[in-house]
Nanobody, 128 residues
Framework: QVQLVESGGGLVQPGGSLRLSCAAS????????IGWFRQAPGKEREGVAC????????YYADSVKGRFTISRDNAKNTVYLQMNSLKPEDTAVYYC?????????????????????WGQGTQVTVSS
């Protein structure tokens, strides 16, 4: 059974940190481009970060650049999203997604188009 499972969400105060995990079964994540997305209530889904299957290059939305870091642990078949200096506007359900596109990362890879499989999401709430 192919599956992506996100974990690591929770409640954190502004300025705090969380690390989200995207674990896979039925996939070897190192073979794919992985994206992290989020969706806040009443808002459209937003791509925040992605990592390339080709060379592990990364690309970030301006809203998270310098605060979030996407990385892989191939031994654990897991992709992480380290989130620092969290703000209330980071509150959302966070999803990871998997795709086979191997082109150089651009803003296109923060859209849903290149991704074929999605996890169920993990809630992140930033509040005092």
């Amino acid at each position: 059974q192919v599956q992506l499972v996100e974990s690591g969400g929770g409640l954190v105060q502004p300025g705090g940190s969380l690390r989200l995990s995207c674990a896979a079964s039925g996939f070897t994540l190192s073979y794919y481009t992985i994206g992290w997305f989020r969706q806040a209530p009443g808002k459209e889904r937003e791509g925040v970060a992605c990592i390339s299957k080709r060379d592990d290059s990364t690309y970030y939305a301006d809203s998270v650049k310098g605060r979030f870091t996407i990385s892989r642990d191939n031994a654990k078949n897991t992709v992480y999203l380290q989130m620092n200096s969290l703000k209330p506007e980071d509150t959302a359900v966070y999803y990871c997604a998997l795709g086979d596109d191997d082109s150089s990362l651009t803003l296109f890879h923060l859209s849903a188009i290149p991704y074929d499989y999605w996890g169920q999401g993990t809630q992140v709430t930033v509040s005092s």
